[in-house]
């Protein structure tokens, strides 16, 4: 599957005007040192200060367009100098915090004796200077509010503002008749300091001028292109997502590939009784095609679906190559290349077993010595496995846990309990979660302090070699509103480096992604209250949360679809919720629950055409008869650049490719000045 996206490139006459008012937009581009964040304002670093004020909207007696800076002197008193729509001003000013905004208080303002309120509210990202936090402007005892964002510095004028910061855009995919689809920008800042424009199939949809767009019900002719432009004083961003409707009773598919039914009430699981038209509580997991199933109520099978055939791997009184029996399959965890590993109970105790086609063995039990040396086992949680090294979380009989590895034949300490943990948690009290892609450890604990009653938890990322870094804890400020805190940390997984982790703040669940830095970012807001259960899952470079309850949803960067959710229909049963949902690469299994009651677990695997997300073209510039132009990058995809006189006719002629990186890459052609148009086409062999 491949997107094309098209430029124009009309003669130099044409384009100059719009080429100066690029070129002045990202002069200077860049925050000034003496900018201060405002989301830490308080009223003494105001003192001495200069408040720089861009008006979005505003009503009587407000000016509704233009900028002016306020200069709040040490003695109290102010001077708006006249600049723009605004006269030379003069008066007193005052600031508190009455609540969670800094108020300052303008007498004189507009030339009378009625108090001015100017509210400044925070909005900050990463916790730098900025230019994006948002202010309103009333009277006291008087209609009017003006609205804009504002910027404090030690006099001199604010770096000119930035394009649009938008971290997600949500409410894509396919949905069944009779939905909602609910497209939704998340955008960084201040939202009424942007404008919004929206297209269906490249037709504006008048009226629409929020950051979301509802589309509801859903029918045949609502499906298409739904572009979003979003635009300030900095530039104009693009985006846009599909959104397809099913026919009513239709199959859904992923990625051109049929749902398959794999376990159900009605299943016959090899070596074990007739489930007896229930289907109990499994935990399953999806590799390398292959999708296991754990019967979570007591354990009795565990069971692998490869090329539609069902092999029960483990089972109550399967024998183990040193004489024992197994009982019960607590956990299990498996890898790419077939190898499983299950914490279990056996004929002499709990352990941990290996299990391949030539058997169970045992690798350690609770009671053998642990490698740190000194105590015992006493239990076993948090199994992960990658490129066949299993790493699992250990108790001891000192009620310590520790991070231990096993390659095969040795056990040996990634973490000894006690292990001192970098940033603000201290020592290393209780693993949480722990993930593992075969080089980059994901892992979530505790220390043994308590904070507002609650264990204090962090996420870090580490390496066998012993490479650890926090990425945030239950104090780190929410990046994008940093008076704000994590208040808590849930689940993590690690797909090709980068590590993923669910939290919750004032603002709701979010997902953020760290790297090797230790800096990490978001991935996008879930709305969700099951993502703080931590039911998602990383891999490939791919993320698949739980939404909801009722739906789950891809995401990838900038952009999200809905796959699967209430309302599908699969094999003439409606699709009432989505339990659960484990994801390898662009396989995918689910396990759904249906209005009738039943429930089944459902997978999607196999060779299928992934959809490549939308083009979305940096504006272009064109100088010296060259058209430059950024292109935001997947990788692995191939990009050509092509050319052609005439838009209607001709052939279209290959100028350059460009591989996908992941990166945003600059992109430059050659005109000629002569005109005509130039295209990018995505996924192309």
């Not at 800076?69 to 100098?81: K, N, Q």
């Not at 770096?159 to 009779?178: C, D, M, N, Q, R």
């Not at 982790?501 to 099951?530: C, K, M």
């Not at 952009?559 to 409606?574: A, H, K, M, P, Y």
Request: glycine fraction near 12%.
């Amino acid at each position: 599957m491949f997107s094309t996206k098209l430029l124009p490139v009309r003669r130099p006459p044409f384009v100059l005007p719009v080429l100066i008012a690029i070129l002045a937009c990202l002069t200077g581009f860049g925050l000034q040192a003496a900018q201060f964040n405002c989301s830490t304002l308080t009223p003494d670093t105001l003192v001495g200060k200069t408040l720089w004020m861009t008006v979005t909207s505003g009503t009587a007696p407000y000016a509704t367009s233009g900028a002016y800076r306020i200069e709040l002197r040490a003695d109290g008193s102010f001077t708006v100098p006249a600049d723009g729509s605004q006269p030379a001003q003069t008066g007193t000013w005052s600031a508190s915090v009455p609540g969670d905004t800094l108020v300052v208080r303008l007498k004189g303002f507009l030339g009378d004796a009625t108090d001015d309120v100017l509210a400044l509210f925070s909005g900050c990202l990463n916790g730098p200077a900025c230019s994006t936090c948002g202010f309103g402007l009333t009277r006291e005892g008087v209609a009017g509010l003006q609205q804009g964002d504002y910027t404090v510095t030690d006099g001199e004028a604010p770096a000119p503002a930035t394009a649009p910061k938008v971290s997600l855009f949500t409410g894509g995919g396919t949905y069944p008749p009779g939905a909602t689809a609910a497209l939704t920008l998340h955008v960084v800042g201040n939202p009424s300091s942007y404008r919004f424009k929206w297209f269906k199939n490249d037709v504006e949809i008048v009226g629409i001028t929020q950051q979301f767009h509802f589309v509801t019900p859903l029918q045949a002719s609502d499906a298409g292109l739904y572009r979003v432009e979003v635009s300030n004083a900095g530039g104009t961003v693009r985006l846009a997502t599909r959104i397809s409707v099913t026919e009513a009773g239709a199959a859904p598919h992923y990625l051109d590939r049929p749902w398959k039914r794999i376990f159900g009430a009605e299943t016959v699981i090899p070596r074990q009784p007739s489930l007896n038209g229930v289907f109990p509580s499994v935990r399953f997991a999806v590799r390398d095609g292959s999708i296991y199933a754990l019967d979570g109520d007591r354990g009795n099978w565990l069971t692998r679906s490869r090329n539609n055939t069902l092999t029960t791997l483990v089972a109550a009184n399967d024998p183990i190559t040193d004489g024992t029996t197994i009982r019960s399959v607590s956990q299990f965890t498996a890898d790419t290349n077939g190898l499983v590993v299950i914490y279990a109970q056996s004929s002499d105790g709990f352990g941990l077993f290996e299990v391949t086609d030539s058997g169970i063995r045992r690798i350690t039990r609770v009671g053998l010595p642990t490698p740190a040396g000194g105590t015992t086992f006493t239990g076993f949680n948090s199994l992960t496995l990658g490129a066949g090294r299993l790493l699992f979380a250990g108790a001891d009989s000192q009620n310590k846990q520790g991070i231990y590895s096993w390659d095969g034949q040795n056990l040996s300490t990634v973490l000894p309990p006690d292990a001192d943990l970098p940033g603000v948690l201290g020592t290393l009290h209780q693993v949480i979660t722990l993930s593992f892609d075969g080089s980059v450890i994901a892992l979530t604990a505790n220390d043994g302090f308590l904070l507002n009653g609650n264990n204090r938890r962090g996420v870090f990322r580490g390496t066998l070699n012993g490479v650890w870094r926090e990425l945030a804890n239950v104090q780190t400020p929410v990046p994008s509103t940093p008076s704000q805190q994590l208040r808590q940390i849930h689940g993590a997984d690690v797909a090709q480096g980068v590590v993923f982790f669910s939290t919750q703040s004032n603002l709701g669940p979010e997902l953020y992604a760290g790297d090797a830095s230790g800096r990490f970012h978001l991935v996008g807001p879930s709305h969700s209250a099951d993502l703080v259960s931590a039911q998602f899952a990383a891999a490939g470079g791919q993320t698949v949360i739980l939404r909801a309850g009722d739906q789950f949803t891809r995401i990838a960067e900038g952009f999200s679809e809905r796959i699967l959710g209430n309302g599908d229909v699969l094999d003439g049963r409606t699709i009432s919720e989505v339990r659960d949902v484990s994801a390898q690469g662009d396989d995918v299994a689910v396990w759904v629950g249906f209005s009738d009651g039943s429930r089944a677990i459902y997978a999607a695997t196999g060779a299928g055409v992934v959809p490549l997300p939308p083009l979305q073209l940096g504006v272009p510039t064109l100088v010296e008869k060259a058209l430059t132009f950024s292109l935001p990058t997947v990788a692995g995809t191939t990009y050509q650049v092509e050319v052609r006189s005439d838009l209607l006719s001709g052939t279209w002629t290959v100028l350059r490719s460009v591989t996908g990186d992941g990166s945003t890459q600059t992109v430059s052609v050659g005109t000629d000045g002569s005109a005509g148009f130039v295209r990018v086409v995505a996924g192309q062999p």
